[in-house]
């Protein structure tokens, strides 16, 4: 092998990508990364370029309120060394059950997760509308919805952290409901996960379905985004117009070969900032 033939074969491959984009490329731990331990995580997702990544409870990485001072600081160090960010840790708690002892509860170990998001190195945690109970008013649930998010949003003020409202649920998801819930917190620390469903074009349509809440927005959750029965690139000019910088998280099957399908992601995403 010649001087020049070593030389190729070490230099980096050239970047054809002509438009860096302002968004930011993650996932969240479901399902694609739910088997996963965070030296894993953290690995996978350097390999495929991917910034950032959201933690969603119960999966294989461990990062719960269950954990040490000692071993939050392990997680926090792990991230804080690799170029993975640790964007936000993914809840289940909701705030619609008429069950007020419930409720508290539910309200209370949101709090301890907030303080493990700061502890660990996150910037968030997300949290979801999941039902509108029967025999109870809509309006309602969702006044009750978004009273324990302005506790909750106060309180993650405090903490550094923001909470993010993943667009969720039977009858929560459509956007006039989130909006809602949105306006009775009435805080600047509680957000909106837009959630890419098919409930966004409901109603009035995606443009107006998007307008009632894109100044709330602080997170995105992306499916697959070969299916052309959603309009990613209309969302995606949106997020633009809007000069969003947050994180877009692919939220996408399991995989047997996932960091591959994750780099094919990558491609098709950026292809979509190519055309902004």
């Given at each position: 092998?010649?001087?020049?033939?070593?030389?190729?074969?070490?230099?980096?491959?050239?970047?054809?990508?002509?438009?860096?984009?302002?968004?930011?490329?993650?996932?969240?731990?479901?399902?694609?990364?739910?088997?996963?331990?965070?030296?894993?995580?953290?690995?996978?997702?350097?390999?495929?370029?991917?910034?950032?990544?959201?933690?969603?409870?119960?999966?294989?990485?461990?990062?719960?309120?269950?954990?040490?001072?000692?071993?939050?600081?392990?997680?926090?160090?792990?991230?804080?060394?690799?170029?993975?960010?640790?964007?936000?840790?993914?809840?289940?708690?909701?705030?619609?059950?008429?069950?007020?002892?419930?409720?508290?509860?539910?309200?209370?170990?949101?709090?301890?997760?907030?303080?493990?998001?700061?502890?660990v190195g996150a910037t968030g945690v997300?949290?979801?509308?999941?039902?509108?109970?029967?025999?109870?008013?809509?309006?309602?649930?969702?006044?009750?919805?978004?009273?324990?998010?302005?506790?909750?949003?106060?309180?993650?003020?405090?903490h550094g952290q923001v909470i993010r409202?993943?667009?969720?649920?039977?009858?929560?998801?459509?956007?006039?409901?989130?909006?809602?819930?949105?306006?009775?917190?009435?805080?600047?620390?509680?957000?909106?996960?837009?959630?890419?469903?098919?409930?966004?074009?409901?109603?009035?349509?995606?443009?107006?379905?998007?307008?009632?809440?894109?100044?709330?927005?602080?997170?995105?959750?992306?499916?697959?985004?070969?299916?052309?029965?959603?309009?990613?690139?209309k969302l995606f000019n949106r997020l633009?117009?809007?000069?969003?910088?947050?994180?877009?998280?692919?939220?996408?099957?399991?995989?047997?070969?996932?960091?591959?399908?994750?780099?094919?992601?990558?491609?098709?995403?950026?292809?979509?900032?190519?055309?902004?």
């Amino acid at each position: 092998m010649t001087r020049d033939q070593t030389f190729a074969a070490d230099a980096p491959a050239k970047s054809f990508i002509v438009r860096q984009p302002r968004m930011k490329l993650g996932t969240v731990t479901y399902n694609l990364a739910q088997d996963w331990d965070v030296p894993t995580i953290i690995k996978n997702c350097e390999a495929a370029k991917f910034q950032g990544v959201e933690l969603r409870t119960s999966h294989k990485h461990g990062v719960e309120v269950t954990l040490s001072r000692e071993q939050r600081a392990e997680v926090r160090k792990r991230f804080a060394d690799s170029k993975v960010e640790l964007m936000g840790l993914g809840s289940a708690f909701d705030y619609h059950t008429p069950d007020q002892a419930e409720l508290k509860k539910d309200i209370a170990a949101t709090k301890d997760y907030i303080v493990l998001a700061q502890e660990v190195g996150a910037t968030g945690v997300k949290v979801r509308p999941n039902a509108l109970p029967k025999d109870v008013p809509v309006e309602r649930t969702l006044e009750q919805i978004g009273r324990s998010l302005r506790e909750l949003g106060v309180f993650a003020k405090d903490h550094g952290q923001v909470i993010r409202l993943e667009v969720h649920g039977s009858g929560t998801s459509l956007l006039p409901n989130i909006k809602r819930i949105i306006d009775v917190a009435d805080h600047p620390s509680v957000g909106v996960c837009w959630n890419s469903n098919p409930t966004d074009l409901a109603g009035d349509g995606f443009d107006k379905n998007f307008d009632l809440v894109k100044n709330k927005i602080n997170a995105v959750h992306l499916r697959d985004l070969f299916l052309e029965d959603y309009p990613f690139r209309k969302l995606f000019n949106r997020l633009n117009d809007m000069k969003y910088t947050g994180y877009c998280l692919a939220e996408i099957p399991a995989s047997t070969d996932p960091v591959r399908v994750m780099k094919y992601f990558r491609a098709l995403w950026l292809s979509y900032q190519e055309l902004l």
